[in-house]
């Protein structure tokens, strides 16, 4: 059961006996009841539901079905929290142009960051024009963590073909001054 749906009586009733459960899950667990209570309650609850309805459920003791519940729950809230968009620095611009800050002084890194980047890309490109169209497509294939027998299969060849290809560009390049 995804799905958590309006409790009848008699799951309202089991809920209430057996809601110390939520508290020894979150003092086990020593997470603060006020911020931790809400994101369980809802595995407790499913909890319940399910424990009332499956009969396949009772030969396992509540407890068990409701603290992997709430285990559920509590990963997933983790998941979305450390999702990285959920972790990227936030700036108020304002703030800081009070103080007489620039952006530049203010994210220092990403700038060099974004930099670095567009000189690393700048620089495969070159590389890649200097080999030919077949060549560049076996790279952007290994790149793409293709093997090199995946490779040879491709390109109807031998994985030996696809090894001394790679070789001979290594070697090309190496030859050349970037």
């Known amino acids: 059961m995804s799905r958590l749906h309006e409790l009848t009586q008699l799951q309202r009733?089991?809920?209430?006996?057996?809601?110390?459960?939520?508290?020894?899950?979150l003092s086990h667990k020593r997470l603060p009841m006020e911020d931790y209570?809400?994101?369980?309650?809802?595995?407790?609850l499913q909890a319940v539901q399910e424990y009332d309805e499956n009969p396949a459920l009772s030969r396992f003791q509540f407890s068990t079905i409701a603290w992997t519940k709430m285990n559920d729950c509590l990963m997933k809230h983790y998941a979305y929290e450390n999702k990285p968009k959920r972790k990227?620095?936030?700036?108020?611009?304002?703030?800081?142009?009070?103080d007489g800050l620039t952006l530049d002084e203010i994210l220092p890194d990403r700038r060099k960051c974004l930099q670095a980047q567009a000189a690393d890309r700048l620089f495969v490109m070159e590389v890649l024009s200097c080999l030919?169209?077949?060549?560049?497509?076996?790279?952007?294939?290994?790149?793409?963590?293709?093997?090199?027998?995946?490779?040879?299969?491709?390109?109807?060849?031998?994985?030996?073909?696809?090894?001394?290809r790679f070789r001979r560009m290594r070697m090309r390049l190496t030859e050349m001054d970037f």
């Open 132 to 164: 030919t169209e077949t060549e560049r497509q076996m790279v952007h294939l290994k790149a793409d963590g293709l093997t090199c027998r995946e490779i040879a299969e491709i390109f109807s060849t031998t994985v030996h073909g696809i090894h001394g």
């Open 13 to 25: 009733q089991f809920a209430e006996k057996h809601q110390d459960t939520v508290f020894r899950f």
């Open 37 to 44: 209570y809400d994101i369980v309650i809802f595995g407790y």
């Open 88 to 98: 990227a620095p936030t700036v108020n611009i304002h703030a800081y142009a009070k």
